[in-house]
């Protein structure tokens, strides 16, 4: 008895404290030749952030400019000037982010081309997305090192027990 309750405290110390069971992620993106950013807001289950607030502030901490994302999680502004800000994002519920953005130069004369270009950091879309395996097979492999070490401690206690 007092094995299985030392490994119901040792499985409860290496269980997480907190758990993300619909995160919301951000990317930001610049449209080249342009002045615009846009923002895209999302969360895991590729579901787009509809409504959200998105809050775009300076160094000194000072907001910039503020706007709500549309029924596909977008949300475009004009850059004041170049240099690092940062974009807030708050979908409610909890749900947060915020990434530091850099925007570069924009030298007046329009882009033939609409790409555009990262300028975040932190993880792209398909990365926030992406179906977490190896955690799976991590703590797949616990549960069943858990399980294969509470067969062999049975499998010991009744070797153990007189007249077996």
């Not at 502030?57 to 170049?82: H, M, N, Q, R």
Request: hydrophobic share 40%.
């Amino acid at each position: 008895m007092r094995r299985c309750i030392l490994a119901v405290v040792f499985f409860l110390a290496l269980a997480p404290s907190a758990a993300n069971a619909h995160d919301v992620g951000l990317v930001c993106k610049q449209k080249q030749g342009t002045n615009k950013i846009s923002v895209e807001a999302f969360f895991d289950d590729e579901t787009p952030a509809a409504g959200a607030k998105v809050d775009v502030v300076d160094s000194a901490k000072k907001t910039i400019t503020s706007g709500k994302t549309d029924a596909k999680g977008l949300w475009t502004f004009e850059a004041l000037e170049p240099g690092e800000y940062k974009v807030m994002l708050d979908a409610g519920a909890g749900h947060k982010a915020e990434r530091r953005i850099v925007v570069r130069p924009w030298d007046g004369v329009p882009a033939n081309t609409g790409e555009q270009t990262p300028i975040q950091e932190g993880p792209s879309r398909q990365e926030f997305t992406r179906f977490p395996w190896l955690k799976v097979g991590v703590g797949l492999g616990v549960i069943g090192l858990f399980g294969v070490a509470f067969l062999v401690s049975r499998r010991k206690r009744r070797l153990g027990e007189p007249g077996a």
